[in-house]
């Protein structure tokens, strides 16, 4: 299985990146997806997680009506669509995945998932 996160950068305050994160070696469509971040000195933080159909979306409140995840199972990715940046979103930003959702909490749990790509950087200057 590998995870591979790609998309992040240097922006303003206020721009916009759109994350990718390519998936392989698995059946991709059967798999729970999340996004978290990790800034300096920070422990890893849910940032927004989406059901194997798309169906169900999950955000967490400091992002919200600011970031959009979503997939296309026939290209094996999941993305998710950053606008209104701010400087505390600068973090690495990590996909994973695992089998199934379950209660929000589990989902907002990195533990939980099984697999982890290798991160992509963010940088939003102020």
């Known amino acids: 299985v590998q995870l591979q996160a790609s998309g992040g950068g240097l922006v303003q305050a206020g721009g916009s990146l759109r994350l990718s994160c390519a998936a392989s070696g698995r059946t991709f469509s059967s798999l729970f997806m999340g996004w978290f971040r990790q800034a300096p000195g920070k422990e890893r933080e849910f940032v927004a997680a989406?059901?194997?159909?798309?169906?169900?979306?999950y955000y967490a409140d400091s992002v919200k009506g600011r970031f959009t995840i979503s997939r296309d199972n026939a290209k094996n990715t999941v993305y998710l669509q950053m606008n209104s940046l701010k400087p505390e979103d600068t973090a690495v930003y990590y996909c994973?995945?695992?089998?199934?959702?379950?209660?929000?909490?589990?989902?907002?749990?990195?533990?939980?998932?099984?697999?982890w790509g290798q991160g992509t950087q963010v940088t939003v200057s102020s």
């Open positions: 994973a995945d695992k089998a199934s959702g379950g209660p929000l909490t589990l989902v907002q749990t990195p533990f939980t998932y099984n697999y």
């Open positions: 989406i059901s194997w159909s798309g169906g169900s979306t």
